[in-house]
């Protein structure tokens, strides 16, 4: 069968390994959709959390996990699954590829598909559990303004999750015009492009721009501010936006470059930082109805699907913020 192997930096290859043959305790999926991830990004680009997140298939490292497809066969002790039921996974890896096989404990990684929601839409289910935690870490209440510093799939992720289920104030930057122009489709109140304006200026005219005790560099009003770009500069803009009392900062990129961090704006502003990293299993399915709902349209932030022999190139795509909020990579 056919599979994407990361080679090294920048070099993404199609390669030919033997189908996976399906064990008593698992079942074996022909892939239909598998999105590339931010973190298969971090793999491509610096050879970043390679091994957390490629599987080894004949020596050969095969990246994804966004991935759904449809059962085609299963071992003899699987009862919880049948051939011809569409799932989407999250966790397991070795995605971009034909067949891709699950067994053991594993297998409680993988949902059926709801009615109605295609294998595609479907395949965003795992970028869109990273946010449904990072929501429920700090839930914005009604009354309160959010700034999301960072428009792919994560930071609209959230942003869909905030809007459906509160009526918080939302504020979100990002350097990629296509990506502010998908935010304001997803309703954010206020879009910021970097480029133009400078966001802490634009967010303190916005909210109010505030003395914090004892210090020379005054707040901005946000209750919550989470980093989804995962650069230096918006980690510490972050700090910067929330407000002089209890604000809290959530962190919800991966850095490829250290940050410095003024640690005053912490203790003075009586700050929360809060890491989100993964999510619990009722968190996924939690983001599985809300896709199945409809109240989220997830289908819209696909901006390519490529087919899985030009992997290469989805993932030059999925680099280029001005082009892509994300790429699938189609198996038919
Ligand atoms: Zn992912």
């Known amino acids: 069968m056919k599979a994407a192997a990361f080679f ?34 971090h793999v491509y680009t610096s050879d970043l959390l390679t091994e957390d997140s490629t599987k080894i298939i004949d020596n050969y490292r095969i990246i994804g996990h966004e991935f759904t497809g449809e059962i085609v066969e299963v071992g003899e002790e699987v009862k919880e699954f049948k051939a011809g039921d569409g799932v989407t996974s999250i966790h397991n890896k070795g995605g971009m590829a034909e067949y891709i096989e699950v067994h053991g404990a594993r297998l409680q990684n993988l949902f059926k598909i709801p009615e109605g929601v295609s294998f595609e839409t479907a395949a965003t289910l795992e970028p869109f559990c990273n946010p449904t935690h990072s929501f429920h870490l700090r839930e914005p209440k009604d009354n309160e303004t959010v700034a999301i510093f960072g428009a792919g799939i994560i930071g609209l992720g959230y942003l869909q999750i905030v809007k459906t289920h509160t009526k918080a104030k939302t504020i979100i930057v990002d350097v990629s015009p296509l990506r502010l122009e998908m935010a304001k489709k997803c309703g954010a109140d206020v879009i910021i492009n970097a480029r ?40 510490q803009q972050c700090l910067e936006v929330l407000n002089p009392d209890n604000g809290t900062a959530i962190i919800a990129a991966i850095y490829e470059d250290e940050v410095s961090i003024d640690p005053n704006m912490i203790i003075f502003k009586y700050m929360s930082i809060l890491g989100s990293m993964g999510y619990f299993k009722s968190e996924a399915k939690e983001a599985l109805a809300l896709i199945a709902s409809g109240k989220v349209d997830r289908n819209m932030l696909i901006t390519h699907k490529l087919p899985l022999k030009k992997a290469g190139e989805g993932f030059t795509i999925q680099g280029n913020t001005n082009e892509s909020v994300k790429v699938m990579l189609i198996n038919d």
């Open 8 to 41: 090294g930096k920048k070099d993404i290859q199609i390669v030919e390994v033997n189908k996976p043959e399906v064990e008593s305790d698992g079942v074996l999926i022909k892939m239909k959709a598998c999105g590339i991830c931010g973190s298969d990004l």
């Open 196 to 235: 133009e304006e400078d966001p802490l200026k634009k967010i303190k005219k916005i909210t109010g721009d505030y003395y914090v005790r004892y210090q020379k560099k005054t707040a901005g009003c946000c209750d919550i501010a989470i980093d989804c770009a995962g650069i230096p500069l918006t980690f």
